[in-house]
């Protein structure tokens, strides 16, 4: 399978802490993580549903096996899921503005109107970029609040469904990266996320309010 260009980003990154961590290992750690990959995305074929669950099946499954292997050779499991969770966000936050342009629609030269951006764009963008394997519900939408639930969450069922569920909180904290974006600067945007379905809640809240 050609790799996407986000988990090349991963595996580059992943490289680099190892390389600093262990650097012994590194080569044998990801030749092993890459080698089992394969079949971890076919015991878990039938979550794709569409096409944006096949990019969502090819990074669970990579993270997964990189949790596996990698505990093999570090005890504390907090540092292996910290190395993961920095290798995860690196790239993120080096794109953060393109991260806002095209998740929210919230443009540089525009930054009070990213309420706005934010409001129309959050919960029809989710469905189109994260398909099928998610749910989203718009509870509130007022000209000062809008708030999405997500009953259904394909990083939560993977990782449960894996008895890997300390994985999922993992790309809970990408969310926690652009919400700090948005808390910056001149953005009238305040965000606050009460549930998640990582914590074991019946949803995730999304709240969204103009400062």
């Not at 878990?44 to 990189?66: C, F, G, W, Y």
């Not at 503005?97 to 919230?106: E, K, S």
């Not at 019946?202 to 709240?207: A, G, L, N, S």
Request: hydrophobic share 40%; with cysteine.
């Amino acid at each position: 399978m050609e790799r996407s260009e986000r988990i090349q980003w991963f595996l580059d990154a992943l490289t680099e802490k190892l390389s600093q961590t262990l650097p012994d290992q590194a080569t044998t750690l990801i030749d092993e993580i890459e080698a089992a990959v394969p079949a971890i995305r076919q015991s878990n074929q039938s979550r794709v549903v569409d096409k944006p669950s096949i990019n969502h099946l090819e990074m669970t499954s990579l993270l997964l096996a990189s949790y596996r292997v990698l505990s093999n050779v570090m005890s504390d499991r907090d540092a292996i899921l910290d190395l993961m969770r920095q290798t995860m966000a690196e790239p993120l936050q080096a794109h953060m503005q393109m991260c806002l342009t095209q998740r929210f629609g919230i443009e540089p030269d525009a930054p009070k109107e990213a309420f706005e951006a934010a409001a129309m764009n959050f919960k029809q963008r989710g469905e189109q970029s994260f398909g099928k394997a998610f749910r989203y519900e718009q509870a509130v939408q007022t000209l000062e609040q809008s708030f999405v639930h997500i009953r259904r969450c394909f990083f939560n069922d993977f990782f449960r469904a894996n008895d890997a569920p300390a994985l999922t909180p993992l790309f809970c904290f990408m969310d926690t990266l652009w919400a700090d974006a948005l808390h910056k600067g001149e953005y009238n945007v305040r965000f606050e996320r009460p549930t998640t379905l990582a914590a074991g809640d019946d949803m995730c809240r999304f709240q969204f309010s103009r400062e």
